[in-house]
């Protein structure tokens, strides 16, 4: 078995800063695409921050220049460093990962979600 695992959000303040993680645990053999979702309260769900294998990445155009994703493929984590935070930055962040997992193939997981919340 697979799961997807976030942890780091929190309660803080405007202009504030958080680190999120997301490790990839059980029967994994490889990490392809790795991504940030985020869904506020009353709103679709989206896409906030891609990495794939190489380092390459790619970022939903509100939280450019303030979040940065990142991992450590020997730990099969994904990272969200999120600065200069905005209220409306407020949601659950949920982690979306292609395992390579215990039947042979790469498959889709999700984690539980985390939820950050922006708030003087």
């Known amino acids: 078995q697979v799961q997807l695992v976030e942890s780091g959000g929190g309660l803080v303040q405007p202009g504030g800063s958080l680190r999120l993680s997301c490790e990839a645990s059980g029967t994994v053999f490889g990490v392809n695409t790795m991504q940030w979702y985020r869904q506020a309260p009353g709103k679709q769900r989206e896409l906030v921050a891609t990495?794939?294998?190489?380092?390459?990445?790619d970022y939903e155009n509100s939280v450019k220049g303030r979040f940065t994703i990142s991992r450590d493929n020997a730990k099969n984590t994904v990272y969200l460093q999120m600065n200069s935070l905005k209220p409306e930055d407020t949601a659950v962040y949920t982690c979306?990962?292609?395992?390579?997992?215990?039947?042979?193939?790469?498959?889709?997981?999700w984690g539980r979600g985390t939820q950050v919340t922006v708030s003087s």
């Open positions: 990495i794939d294998q190489s380092h390459y990445t």
């Open positions: 979306n990962a292609e395992v390579h997992d215990y039947t042979g193939r790469y498959r889709e997981y």
